[in-house]
């Protein structure tokens, strides 16, 4: 009888456990903790997950969950549970734009018109400049365990709604990376043919910006049945040897 007992408690408080663990979809329309200026950058928390949401650059209020944008070097969000629980990352829809670039072939062409400028946007230069769009893989997804990175998954320009596979469970942390390529930027394409270059025109434009939205989540619990349930099965063990003794 106590041997039922203690099996039935310990597989109640497994299924407390499990039922506690709720999704959570992050859309910026969540319940919302403080939000923090700092540097530029806002830091938010939704629904117990903190996280940058974008910087006053990039920055779309009732927009999407994270935008971030980059002209020189990556550019991350990270996002975590702020009481510290892990939890599974399921999927997001992710978006990605790139302003990347390969000029066209021989010289650079100049306007004769205009002293050796370069001329408006409906001359030959222009084309020249522009003459092939490039992608490139401009957002990485990676997800943390213990401080070390156990999964990730990277995604070249467009939009989709992504589902994440088994790597992305029991995480830490998640890292949203805006990534550039190995080339040069600039304000002016570069004057050497075949050139691949990120135009950014101004300093409000990126050369690689990402955007977040609609991220389900799964918190794992805390083991908080775990000691009792070891101490459940070390009783019936110890009630098991004690049958077996009285038995001899």
């Keep these: 009888m106590i041997k039922l007992f203690l099996l039935a408690s310990v597989l109640a408080c497994l299924s407390v456990d499990l039922a506690q663990a709720k999704t959570v979809i992050l859309d910026a329309m969540g319940e919302l903790g403080e939000i923090v200026l700092d540097n530029d950058e806002i830091l938010t928390v939704e629904d117990g997950f903190s996280f940058l949401a974008c910087d006053y650059h990039y920055c779309a209020p009732g927009g999407d969950v994270i935008t971030i944008g980059t002209r020189t070097g990556d550019r991350k969000s990270e996002l975590s549970s702020v009481s510290g629980k892990r939890f599974d990352l399921?999927?997001?829809?992710?978006?990605?734009?790139?302003?990347?670039?390969?000029?066209?072939?021989?010289?650079?062409?100049?306007?004769?018109?205009?002293?050796?400028q370069p001329c408006g946007s409906s001359c030959d230069y222009w084309q020249w400049a522009f003459y092939e769009s490039l992608t490139f893989e401009s957002l990485g997804v990676l997800g943390?365990?213990?401080?070390?990175?156990?999964?990730?998954?990277?995604?070249?320009?467009?939009?989709?709604?992504?589902?994440?596979?088994?790597?992305?469970?029991?995480?830490?942390?998640?890292?949203?990376?805006?990534?550039?390529?190995?080339?040069?930027?600039g304000y002016w394409p570069p004057s050497e043919e075949r050139t691949e270059?990120?135009?950014?025109?101004?300093?409000?434009?990126?050369?690689?910006?990402?955007?977040?939205?609609?991220?389900?989540?799964r918190p794992v619990p805390l083991p908080a049945a775990l000691p009792l349930s070891l101490a459940g099965l070390g009783l019936l063990v110890l009630a098991g040897k004690r049958r077996k003794k009285a038995a001899a």
């Design 197 to 217: 270059y990120c135009y950014v025109a101004s300093g409000n434009l990126s050369c690689s910006r990402i955007s977040i939205d609609e991220i389900i989540l």
């Design 90 to 116: 399921i999927s997001a829809d992710l978006s990605t734009f790139v302003r990347y670039w390969r000029t066209g072939f021989g010289d650079r062409l100049y306007n004769t018109e205009s002293d050796g």
């Design 144 to 185: 943390y365990r213990n401080g070390k990175l156990v999964a990730d998954a990277y995604f070249s320009d467009g939009a989709q709604d992504f589902e994440f596979d088994k790597a992305f469970r029991n995480l830490d942390s998640v890292q949203f990376v805006a990534r550039v390529p190995d080339a040069q930027t």
